[in-house]
């Protein structure tokens, strides 16, 4: 059995239905809520809640691919990243339906006198579209018709969501903070890592 054939046949499967057990999970316990037990007295707030840290857990997952890589030199892990990016997507977009749907009603008026008016939806609203940008320039025919360096220069702007994301978490957390301050420390350690490699990458190419 050859590598590509594991992780093509074996490996993508195993992460794809892992990363939707989340969704499955919080589905169910909306289905036990039919009989009175699972959710708690804001169950609106606990789904939206419950995405929008799955959203961020994958945007740092996604983030952690390319040092995890460079560190072991194990390559693998590379081929994961675009289905992991299009997961913070799509739990992302899950979020933002919630809150527009469930929460909102629908309400076009309501829903932008929010965002101008509590700024936590604001960072959230600007990193979601920027998921957005990321998710439609994702595939390979928009890669080629980009052209790689275009299309690198964009996805950059991942560092930006994941920036965003944590700083949505943290304004939005009214009481215990050690989430998104571990939310934090990772996203700090893994912007850490790209800036050394830009680093070593400017040493090489400018040595003293």
Known sequence: MTNDFFIRKIAKPIV???????LAWIIWIVV??????????????MVNRFLGDWALRFILVTLSITPVALITGWSAPMRFRRMIGLFAFAYASLHVANYVIADQSLNWTDIWADIIKRKYITVGMITFFTLFVLAITSPKAVIKRLGARRWQIIHRSVYFAGVGAVIHHWMMVK???TQPIIHGIVLAILLSCRLLKIYRGHKRTNPA
């Open 175 to 177: 009481a215990d903070l």
């Open 32 to 45: 036990l809520d039919d009989v009175g037990i699972g959710l708690n007295a804001n169950p609106i707030e």
């Open 16 to 22: 794809f239905i892992a990363s939707l057990l989340p």
